[in-house]
Nanobody
Framework: QVQLAEIGGGSVQAGGSLRLSCAASGDTVSTMGMAWFRQAPGKEREGVAGIASDTRTSYTDSVKGRFTISKDYAKNTLYLQMNSLKPEDTAMYYC????????????????????WGQGTQVTVSS
């Protein structure tokens, strides 16, 4: 069973940066498509950034040029570097992983992912 644990959320002023980490256990990040999702109060959970097992990446339009998703194979960890944060980035952020070696077609779609972390809160003040 894959388990995911996010850390790195917090409060920051607009224009600031945060890095989220997602430590995986039970499988290796190199073989899993993975992604970051977020959910603001009263809104649907949306895909923010995804990275396939072949290192292809995908970003939602609102974060392109500001967020970077990456994996550290040695640490078996997924990251999301968030720069130039805006108040509208405020949300609970979730790490997600697909079944190992399963090809992920739409990296920002919830149905692609079988495993989810508990989430970490990001709050950006103006």
């Amino acid at each position: 069973q894959v388990q995911l644990a996010e850390i790195g959320g917090g409060s920051v002023q607009a224009g600031g940066s945060l890095r989220l980490s997602c430590a995986a256990s039970g499988d290796t990040v190199s073989t899993m498509g993975m992604a970051w999702f977020r959910q603001a109060p009263g809104k649907e959970r949306e895909g923010v950034a995804g990275i396939a097992s072949d290192t292809r990446t995908s970003y939602t339009d609102s974060v392109k040029g500001r967020f970077t998703i990456s994996k550290d194979y040695a640490k078996n960890t997924l990251y999301l570097q968030m720069n130039s944060l805006k108040p509208e980035d405020t949300a609970m952020y979730y790490c997600a992983a697909a079944i190992s070696r399963r090809r992920v077609v739409d990296m920002l779609a919830r149905y692609e992912y079988a495993y989810w972390g508990q989430g970490t809160q990001v709050t950006v003040s103006s």
